[in-house]
């Protein structure tokens, strides 16, 4: 009897194991299948992979490429700087920002790491509408709230090497130092990817950045229209980034200019075809 029994027990273990090796099977296709159709486009096929960003070749970055001034530094893999040039420019430097992001075509995350406590960048936190409005989807956005220093370059550098495109608050951080740009200039090129460190207008110490900007408001167009009391209208929002170093090449002054009733970028002076002093007037 004790033989019987020990092989129904026998039986009865293979029957469990053969069952639980079905079911494995059955959960690892159900799996298998759930992969294949989040890395498919709906029709079975796969998606590509998001392009990588490039080193351009001189002639292949003119100096305002169908009108937009910064597609030749989105164009390369890296970092860049910028710094509002004092306290009160910093709505235009992260204006500029915007404007910058908002030429990054491929479907890659944009991470923002905010140097949450940072006093001399104490404006407010992203709104998705205006972001929405300055051409970058809202959905590809994620915030960090990092404490200034290692902790927010800690989390560019990890945002980097994922292979998102990155936004960076440094602040006045003393570790935002030479050392710590060219990691995150080498986490960004080893990635095919950007990133964007904004610092304080009072920040000092050298940087590995590709280019370095000093970013404020310029007087834009009038507004065709007057309000109550014949007080003008609000003109256009115009942004003026001197780029005080970049590698390789001189410096140079870019204008951006906005127009909230068209939204839409105005053309560079040049490329309107008229003199910049006329087009100022």
């Known amino acids: 009897m004790q033989r019987a029994a020990s092989r129904r027990a026998t039986r009865s273990v293979r029957a469990v194991s053969a069952s639980k090796g079905a079911d494995r099977r059955s ?19 796969l998606r590509p992979a998001a392009p990588r960003l490039e080193a351009p070749r001189p002639q292949d970055a003119p100096a ?18 910028l ?28 991470v923002w790491v905010r140097a949450r406590g940072e006093a001399r960048l104490d404006f407010g936190a992203p709104c998705p509408d205006g972001l929405a409005q300055a051409g970058i989807d809202p959905a590809r956005m994620m915030r960090i709230d990092a404490r200034p220093g290692p902790d927010a370059l800690w989390a560019m550098e990890e945002a980097l090497k994922a292979g998102a495109l990155v936004f960076g608050e440094a602040g006045c951080a003393p570790a935002y130092d030479l050392t710590a740009s ?22 000092d110490g050298t940087s590995a950045a590709l280019t370095r900007w000093a970013v404020g408001p310029a007087p834009g167009r009038a507004a065709p229209w007057r309000g109550a009391g014949g007080l003008p209208g609000l003109g256009t929002q115009k942004i ?32 309107a075809g008229r003199p910049a002093a006329a087009a100022a007037g």
């Open 27 to 45: 959960s690892l296709e159900a799996l298998r299948a759930e992969i294949a159709a989040l890395e498919s486009d709906g029709a079975g096929a």
């Open 64 to 81: 305002n490429d169908a009108g937009d001034a910064l597609a030749q530094f989105r164009a390369e893999a890296g970092l860049h700087d």
């Open 83 to 110: 710094r509002p040039q004092a306290y009160l420019d910093a709505p235009a430097a992260y204006g500029f920002a915007a404007r910058w992001m908002a030429g990054w075509s491929d479907d890659r995350a944009i």
């Open 182 to 203: 060219r990691r995150l200039h080498r986490a960004a090129r080893e990635a095919g990817g950007q990133i964007l460190v904004l610092r304080a207008h009072d920040a």
């Open 240 to 271: 003026r980034a001197v780029l005080e170093r970049r590698r390789g090449g001189a410096p140079d002054v870019v204008e951006l200019e906005w127009d909230d009733d068209a939204l839409c970028s105005l053309e560079p002076a040049a490329l």
